[in-house]
């Protein structure tokens, strides 16, 4: 038997002992962003790294300036195994409004909904859940013969409020840390039947821009006509900024913008995603980005300009006829692909400065540039990974995007050089944030079983 | 000798008796806004019409829900002379910040400000100084053989706190005050030595729209791109309603605008008037009305379209990822000659409409509507007035327009349905409305005689 089928098997045999250890876990009230539950946190690290000793790793809990770090290392057998970091947090949302819970929050139980059979907890499904999937995958097969990778542990006790250590935990721990790449299991199947892989993460870029006109408010009566308006100025140029088609103005805007490969686009071309019912959940209909690509096109896989916010010259009750000095606008940008942040944020600004009349300035202010995450669509690990996920779930693998950016892929990125493959196993309606969380007992033994399989492709 | 020739000589041979009474009503603490000084403003009142009675009219105090008017009538011997109704206010302006006044508001004085001999008061421009030259104008007449017309004066005692009572007292007294126009005294001369009549006033149509997309506010990571932006589709329209060449885009819009006759047309572009120096008092330095307008002409002859005020989205500090729900602008039109304002009021909506996605609306509140005020610029009265103002200051009367309203002119309009002659000798820098007030004696003088030229043109 190899190694995978005997922790398959094992996994099957012990489904009691899992949910046992999860239950346990979701028992720690270890919500992060309340001072009241400090301690609670720092227990569940301390489960975390005891569990993780009961399998044979060599864990820790590691203190940071907010709540602690787990980690934990294991080696494979075979010396010239990759090496994967793995990404999971420990700290939960509040359980408020705490009236709408059918029970206590952290008292986790097994109940049928809609005819699926799930754990009820706060943090069931974010990310306890999630992340305890990996850590039985791991107990499997370090008790049948050890892991196909060398694997890095890493669990955070403060996704759910920044994650303000976590840089600098990266940063200080870089060597210790490092791997060929990261696994994250804090995302979406497709369906409850449907495998995904979250392989593309938007990008942001934010922009306010200031229009100065005249050095003080006027009369519209005396001024009206000759005085420049900031307000008429700054519409004109955010007005200019799309075309008819939707399509981006700014010179150089597109540039390593790239099509999806044929199958992806297949791929998501077949998708039952019904468009039409997206928007008609926040009662629009009309998919307002670029012509001629689909709403979940629009969504992930294709840059925006949004203006977030504007304000200028008189906005309280009734009327009054003033000109105003300055108007103003927060201006944000998706990117994808290779689009780069710093030449977007110039274009923008050259677009603005090259609109003004002779007598009206500009100031900008940055607010954050960060490029998008996008793992290479032909990458190995990508096409092993979805290979052994299509072979659990009994169906292809759909690779998704995300039209918002997930810090940590960032982080990773960024501090130690690594890509991330996102694969989770939660569903749209498991409530994370809300009352009565829940994650399908199908998603944790199916997940379990499928990072059996991840890890075993990954090692190929 | 002609009666206007003897009127001209009583004037300057009562200089000081005239002077004298305008100090005495300069004494009279007439503070419409603040109710402390209510007793005063009657007072006010009661002194005009005693002194009216005095020379001769049928004057009366005339109560209103706020400070009374002041109504008078004399006949002319002349039983087929024109009537005209002359209004003018006797309220007067509050005086702080008092301790930048030289000596005190009330205790009016002579003194040479700048070379020229001017009496200092608050209201010795603004507008008792004004009210003044037309009642000395009538006694000099009524002295020397009575008044080349029918005369109806109208004194009020709210203009510097909103004119609240005129309406109504206009309409109630619509027989006793109709008369063939009016003649108004609360405005400039061209400067010191050059009169000028206001011929024309632009009216104001006031919008306010608000753009309406999705049903609540979204997340610019999970829906920009698909979803509608409220703010994008606003500043688009916005952006829209001017082409390049500053003119205004909204069909139909200069139905009713007329080019200026050649003669004001010629007269403008001799006056000594610097469009950059005006622009450059506030910082600015481009005309930013229709290109190939001069900045008088963009002020007084022109209609424009602002955009007052614009709200939407996150206007904090700082950066949020928000797509709002709504959107909302102020917009206002200055219109001119004959444009009719639903007219105005219903392009720019029909326009906001046009352009709208099919899956948002728009909301439209009117924050009102009001006509341009345009004399013909061929009427006799006012070929008339410029004449014989042109005979006393012995240059060319400037015609002039304003770029806002003035309320008074408007209700004459609608409530008696009579144009108004608008025949003013302040001064830009009388400083009225501000501390040490003034009113050179020569507009006073000046005024005085003016009048009684115009009153004999007015009745040929």
Known sequence: MVASAAALEALDKDRDGALKRLFALLEIRSVSTDPAYKDECARCAGWLAEDLRLIGFDASVRPTPGHPMVVAHAK????????????????????????????????????DVNGEQAVIARGASDDKGQ????????????????????????????EECGSSSLPGFLAANRDELKADFALVCDTNMWDAKTSAITAMLRGLVFEEVIIHAAKRDLHSGLFGGPAANPIRILSNILGRLHDKEGRVTLPGFYDGVSELPDDIAAQWKAL??????????????????????????????????????????????????????????????RVVGKQEPAKIA??????????????????????????????????PALSAAREALAQEWGRDTVIVGSGGSIPIIGELKRELGI????????????????????????????????WVRVLEALAK
Chains 1, 2 share one sequence.
């Open 346 to 379: 110039a274009s923008f600004r050259d677009f603005v400065k090259a609109n003004l009349p002779a007598d009206c300035s500009a100031e900008f202010i940055s607010h954050g540039a960060s490029p998008a995450i996008q793992l290479p669509f032909a990458s």
């Open 131 to 158: 992340l305890m999937t990996f850590v039985e995958a791991c107990r499997a097969y370090m008790g049948n013969g050890g892991l196909p990778c060398h694997v890095t542990i890493l669990f955070e006790g403060e």
């Open 419 to 450: 890509d991330s493959l996102m694969i989770g196993f939660a569903l749209e309606n498991d409530r994370i944030h809300s009352p009565n969380e829940k994650y399908n007992v199908s998603s944790f033994q199916g997940g379990a079983r499928s």
């Open 76 to 111: 494979s057998p075979n010396a010239d195994a990759p090496h994967v970091l793995f990404y999971g947090h420990y700290d939960v949302q509040p359980v408020d409004p705490l009236n709408l819970w059918e029970t206590d929050p952290f008292a986790p139980r097994i109940a």
């Open 272 to 333: 039952p995603f019904d468009g039409a019912a997206y928007l008609g959940d926040v009662g629009l209909s009309v998919p307002a980005g670029e012509t001629g690509r689909s709403v979940l096109e629009q969504m992930w896989a294709r840059p925006t300009c949004e203006i977030n916010g504007i304000i200028g010259g008189y906005t309280g009750e009734g009327a009054k006829t003033v000109l105003p000095a300055q108007a103003s606008a927060k201006v944000s940008f």
